[in-house]
């Protein structure tokens, strides 16, 4: 359910594949208690059954955690808190695009600006042009910082995804060897 293969935002196929195993793993708790002799007791595969379900419920909460905080950060343009950064090892990445985000700013300012001072005097169209240019120039750095926004959160939850899979993993294998023992 925790696979990364989607990380622009449409992660409600997790869900979807949580919701579709939560209910698989009713029907067959029904089908084993139909078939299991009545007692006071549950019997150890009820047991499982119900861990798995538990497990299998916790994931669809985590997955929608995710979709959530994925979601709220595309449409706020917040940047990646740094704790959270250095905590799933991506501010290295971050780092690096900001960097070369404003190198690319600087060049093209610099561009603008050397003819900018020859062509401009005493002409008002080729002034209103080089406003017109800084303008979309402003623009551009503003989504440009968007992008890098939604790239860092794009590896954060890539980054959550991958560590949740892990977990489950790790809590399924270990409940599975509990009830084997």
Same mark, same amino acid.
């Given at each position: ?5 989607? =990380? ?5 196929? +997790? %869900? #979807? *594949? @949580?919701?579709?195993?939560? /209910?698989?793993?009713?029907?067959? /708790? ?7 002799? +009545?007692?006071? +007791?549950?019997?150890?595969? @009820? =047991? ?13 909460? %985590?997955? *929608?955690?995710?979709?959530? %905080? ?5 449409? #706020? ?28 700013? =600087? ?15 005493? $002409? ?6 080089? +406003? ?22 794009? $590896? &954060?939850?890539?980054? *959550? ?8 993993? %790790? ?5 599975? *060897?509990?009830? &084997?023992?």
């Amino acid at each position: 359910m925790f696979a990364p293969f989607s =990380n622009t935002g449409e992660r409600e196929e +997790k %869900v #979807t *594949l @949580g919701l579709t195993s939560l /209910l698989a793993i009713a029907v067959i /708790l029904s089908s084993v208690a139909s078939e299991m002799p +009545k007692s006071t +007791k549950l019997p150890l595969l @009820g =047991n499982f059954v119900i861990g798995e379900m538990a497990l299998c419920t916790l994931g669809i909460l %985590v997955a *929608l955690l995710i979709m959530f %905080v994925h979601h709220h950060a595309y449409t #706020t343009h917040r940047a990646v808190p740094i704790w959270l950064a250095k905590i799933l090892h991506c501010e290295k990445t971050a780092k690096e695009r900001k960097g070369s985000l404003a190198e690319e700013i =600087n060049a093209t300012k610099n561009a603008l600006e050397e003819p900018k001072s020859k062509i401009t005097q005493g $002409d008002p169209v080729a002034s209103a042009l080089f +406003k017109m240019l800084g303008k979309v120039n402003r623009w551009i750095e503003v989504q440009e910082r968007k992008t890098i926004i939604h790239d860092q959160w794009d $590896d &954060i939850c890539t980054r *959550l995804d991958l560590l949740f899979l892990f977990a489950f993993q %790790v809590f399924n294998i270990s409940l599975l *060897l509990y009830f &084997i023992s």
